[in-house]
């Protein structure tokens, strides 16, 4: 196959008549590097059963990235500020104490108790505050929907009440994309939207027009129950502790006290949803006193970091990123004797970053560099909420002001071997353009898809910051996050046509001179 591909570079590139490509010389020897049998050497190592499914953070993972490392530097990347990672701070965090929370309406105070009132979100400070309360509806600021519940109101210092989901939950006409879910309905937006508005303390309760279970229920810490496994905590980005507020779900009980009771609540929400118009209020006499305790563990990862230095004075400090995540799910500890208890993430994402890997290599065995830089990037933390290239995004090796693109790979490697989708066509349509002329050489039927509410990659770490980018994906399959996503079912061919699409888009873009669009998208949340 190797042998194929390589006669095919030189038939294509005789058929050009020895033309230049249209933003350099068309890279046939680059691409004879490019081949199936480097990515199935590549594949059966990092989705092996001694990879133990790639979590993060893990041994293992360390393992793969330092396999990912030797293999930049085997093929001429160079490290970046010396090293081939990016340490990313990551901790996890458990339930610490002391956990409180009182309200005072009137000369009336309440204390309620842990797990039965209220529970911490996983995104809790460890802190306590005292400060009176202030409805905020949804705690939705959307301008792009024309809504914002904090208008005509001061939350400076103050502790906000806040309903889950968004207006119009079940209306297939509400402006905030129908019956799809936004990512205003999410309670991590709503308590980023707070504490932009200067909120020191989050109430979330369960809007009570939709959903009759208002149970507090927050985050599922193990020491609620037996039957949640001890090791089941939440991941957050380290840098984020210092800039936490306590954040509770609130149930029925306190409600009651600070509405009078729940229909009062229900008929606000009501009034919300008919006119698509806040009723945010300081409610009069109402203080409350929240503290939670969380115990912070470090548990960091790396990004996998190579660059090709561009050539052109002009244009080598713009940077065209290429990346894909190479970590999974890690393993079962609990199985039945015999049974697979490994995720082994083969297509999710081995198959990317294996893509990845010989993108690096066909960079590598460029004559000469490209005008523009090139990095790519092997990310951490993809499955547990893009940590990784978040992290990126907000400490960039290289400045995000003069990153050009991004095209990301995750899972390339299943279903037809002839079709690829694009994601992100409708907001880069630039990069979209390169790909589609860069394909008539590599000849996939390309398909341009809108990702469900849920489903997303860590282009989006770049995309929310209005950096062009494409998501080159082959679809979900019925192996997707099972211990069934094994490497023998990967179409290694598949996988190393992808990487040339994408080393044949990078090329393009890295030795064009143009700045492309970047069209900011209404979409349905996608994480």
Not at 480 to 509: C, G, M, Q, W
């Amino acid at each position: 196959m190797k042998q194929t591909l390589a006669c095919l570079a030189i038939v294509i590139g005789s058929l050009l008549c020895g033309c230049s490509h249209t933003t350099g010389e068309w890279p046939s020897r680059a691409l004879e590097r490019i081949t199936p049998e480097d990515v199935h050497r590549n594949i059966f190592y990092l989705a092996s059963d001694t990879m133990r499914g790639r979590n993060t953070p893990s041994p293992e993972l360390d393992t793969a990235a330092a396999y990912i490392a030797r293999e930049f530097a085997r093929d001429g990347l160079r490290p970046v500020n010396g090293s081939y990672y990016q340490h990313v701070l990551l901790n996890i965090v458990n339930l610490g104490e002391p956990n409180a929370l009182r309200v005072r309406s009137g000369s009336v105070e309440k204390s309620y108790e842990i797990k039965t009132d209220f529970s911490p979100f996983e995104m809790t400070s460890n802190s306590s505050v005292r400060g009176p309360v202030v409805f905020a509806g949804y705690g939705i600021t959307a301008p792009r929907y024309h809504y914002d519940d904090y208008a005509g109101i001061d939350v400076r210092g103050k502790i906000v009440f806040v309903l889950r989901h968004e207006p119009g939950e079940d209306d297939s006409t509400s402006v905030f994309m129908g019956t799809a879910l936004t990512e205003y309905s999410s309670v991590e937006t709503k308590v980023r939207i707070a504490m932009e508005h200067g909120a020191v303390g989050v109430m979330v309760a369960t809007d009570p027009l939709n959903h009759s279970s208002l149970a507090p229920r927050g985050f599922p810490w193990p020491s609620f129950s037996r039957l949640i496994p001890k090791d089941a905590l939440p991941l957050t980005l380290g840098e984020e502790e210092k800039g936490k507020v306590p954040v509770v779900h609130v149930g029925e009980g306190v409600i009651v006290q600070l509405f009078g009771s729940v229909d009062s609540l229900r008929t606000l929400q009501r009034l919300i949803d008919a006119r698509l118009s806040p009723r945010s209020c300081a409610l009069a006499g109402v203080e409350a006193f929240i503290q939670t305790g969380t115990e912070i563990r470090d548990m960091s990862a790396n990004n996998v970091v190579g660059v090709l230095p561009g050539s052109d004075p002009a244009l080598k400090s713009e940077t065209v990123i290429v990346g894909a995540h190479y970590d999974h799910l890690g393993y079962l500890k609990q199985h039945a004797p015999g049974a697979r208890w490994i995720f082994n993430g083969a297509d999710d994402n081995a198959s990317g970053t294996c893509a990845l890997l010989e993108v690096a290599a066909a960079l590598g065995g460029l004559p000469s560099s490209p005008r523009r830089t090139v990095l790519c990037i092997a990310f951490s933390g993809e499955e547990k909420g893009l940590f990784g290239s978040e992290y990126y995004a907000r400490h960039p090796l290289f400045p995000l002001k003069s990153t050009v693109a991004m095209l990301n790979m995750d899972m390339v490697g299943m279903n037809g071997e002839d079709s690829l989708f694009l994601v992100g066509s409708e907001g880069s349509p630039d990069i979209a353009r390169i790909a589609r002329e860069e394909d008539a050489r590599v000849g996939f039927i390309l398909v341009d898809l809108k990702l469900r509410p849920g489903e997303g990659s860590d282009h989006m770490s770049f995309m929310k910051r209005n950096i062009p980018d494409l998501f080159f994906h082959s679809g979900d399959e019925s192996v997707y996050h099972t211990v069934n996503d094994r490497p023998e079912l990967i179409n290694t061919r598949k996988v190393a046509r992808t990487a040339s699409l994408v080393f044949l888009t990078a090329y393009h873009i890295a030795n064009d001179s143009l700045h492309y669009r970047y069209l900011p998208v209404t979409s349905p949340m996608l994480f």
